[in-house]
């Protein structure tokens, strides 16, 4: 009995040698494909091909030339080489669990046919979905413990929409080279979740993301990003993050129904790589330091806390409420300021709209003269037309202000009326007169004019002290 038990043990031993050895063979790894090909195929019903199977008893399967075409016969998805390790697919659970999956040199080609209301891959799903008698309706569930995709080509085009002119075009996307490396990948219906490493792209529409990691959610309900970084050649994001949507159509929209909260680490942010989802900031170029915590959509934002650098030395730290973005000059603002601290060249830097023409803002002189500015205070109102109300220190002296002001886009005559009072400002030195000596006063003003230099106005109040 020990040698017949020896023997069959032998036996067996040998015969899954032999069959280890055959798989081995490009010959018989070439009929298996053939094999899987038919058969996926026919099952299916599209076409399904691979053009070798490469069986590694000890380390990654590989299954080369991989093929799935959509209903009309067009390219869905083509892999140049996948690997595959620790494959479990349970039936009758419906789930598909595997250890580590390595996608080499990939094409996923969405669309959206003339006249068609789903993507082809959406059809897809619904004919394999409608065939199949076993699952009751119920989604699939994909668990995959490390992905690695490298050199992916992903694009989605509907033919239905025109494209746009500039920007990151959600119906046109054209992402020619990304690679994503992630772990804990979790697939169930139309939700995805996943431990983002790593991922890098560029897009036609001139977006290139050098990093985007941290633990991520993507479903119809929006995205959720936690321990965020983003990475381009002029923006880097650090925080959480997170888009709240009805569907994935309203990222269509994104400026009006996509609802953000987004809290930032210290971070900086270049408006080229704004303007890309922003299509009305075409032509800005502007990087600025930021920090704090925003919520809302982008036509109407909030923002709490808030650090914000830019220039050389201009710093502002207080909340922001804006409403009507990315249409700056009809934008309503209220911004409480804690503290601002600029001076005339970094104040001459910022752009103005439209953008494409790169113009810088210009200052009136006598703003030039005052030199570092640093104000604590209030603003309210459109950038042609606002109040602002506050304490301002500068190289000419204090001044307590609650002033509006409006400009008249057509004739360019601007009004200024208000309060003004001072208890030491050197006049002198702001319009450039050194006849003139420090003023103090409590007035109140009401003048017009195209520019500070050609303004008349009326002064009412005391002037308790003159130096002329």
Not at 264 to 276: K, R
Not at 283 to 310: C, H, V, W
Not at 390 to 404: E, K, R
Request: hydrophobic share 45%.
């Amino acid at each position: 009995m020990v040698r017949w038990a020896i023997l069959v043990i032998v036996s067996l031993l040998f015969i899954v040698l032999v069959i280890i050895v055959l798989l081995l063979y490009p010959v018989v790894q070439t009929w298996i494909a053939g094999f899987l090909s038919n058969k996926l195929s026919k099952d299916l019903g599209i076409t399904v091909r691979i053009e070798r199977v490469e069986i590694r008893p000890f380390a990654m399967n590989r299954l080369h030339g991989v093929f799935i075409a959509d209903l009309n016969g067009d390219t869905l998805l083509a892999v140049d080489e996948l690997r595959i390790r620790g494959l479990r697919i349970d039936a009758k659970e419906q789930r598909i669990q595997v250890r580590r999956l390595e996608l080499h040199d990939t094409r996923f080609a969405l669309g959206k046919a003339q006249g068609d209301a789903h993507s082809n891959l959406t059809n897809l799903l619904e004919k394999l979905a409608s065939e199949d008698t076993t699952s009751g309706g119920a989604d699939w569930k994909i668990r995959c413990n490390e992905l690695d995709i490298r050199r992916l080509h992903f694009s989605f085009h509907d033919a239905n929409v025109e494209p746009l002119p500039f920007g990151v075009d959600f119906d046109h996307v054209d992402v020619n080279t990304a690679d994503i490396i992630g772990q804990n990948v979790g697939i169930a219906g139309d939700s995805v979740l996943v431990d983002l490493e790593r991922i890098s792209l560029r897009d036609r529409s001139g977006l290139v993301l050098e990093e985007l990691s941290g633990a991520t959610q993507v479903s119809p309900r929006g995205i959720r990003i936690a321990g965020m970084r983003i990475r381009t050649p002029g923006t880097e994001l650090n925080g959480s993050l997170k888009f709240d949507s009805e569907s994935f159509a309203d990222f269509d929209d994104f400026e009006n129904k996509v609802r953000m909260r987004v809290d930032l680490d210290s971070s900086h942010v270049e408006f080229a790589d704004v303007a890309l989802f922003a299509p009305d900031l075409q032509g800005i170029e502007f990087l600025i330091g930021l920090k704090g915590k925003f919520r809302g959509t982008i036509s109407d934002l909030k923002g709490r806390e808030m650090e914000l650098q830019f220039g050389e030395r201009s710093h502002f730290g207080g909340n922001v409420e804006m409403t009507g973005l990315p249409d700056v000059p009809n934008t309503f603002m209220v911004i409480d300021v804690d503290h601002f601290n600029t001076d005339p060249q970094d104040l001459a830097a910022l752009p103005v709209p439209p953008f494409i023409e790169m113009g810088r803002l210009s200052l009136p002189v006598e703003v030039e003269r005052m030199g570092a500015i640093s104000f604590t205070g209030n603003f309210t109102g459109f950038p042609r037309a606002f109040t602002a109300s506050g304490q301002a220190f500068s190289a000419a002296g204090p001044l307590s202000t609650d002033l509006t002001y409006e400009r008249d886009t057509v004739s360019n005559v601007f009004e200024l009326r208000g309060s003004v009072a001072t208890t030491g400002f050197d006049l002198g030195l702001v319009i450039g007169d050194p006849t003139v000596g420090n003023i103090a006063c409590d007035v109140k003003v009401k003048g017009s004019g195209r520019s500070f230099a050609a303004m008349t106005a009326e002064l009412e109040g005391t002037v308790p002290e003159l130096h002329v």
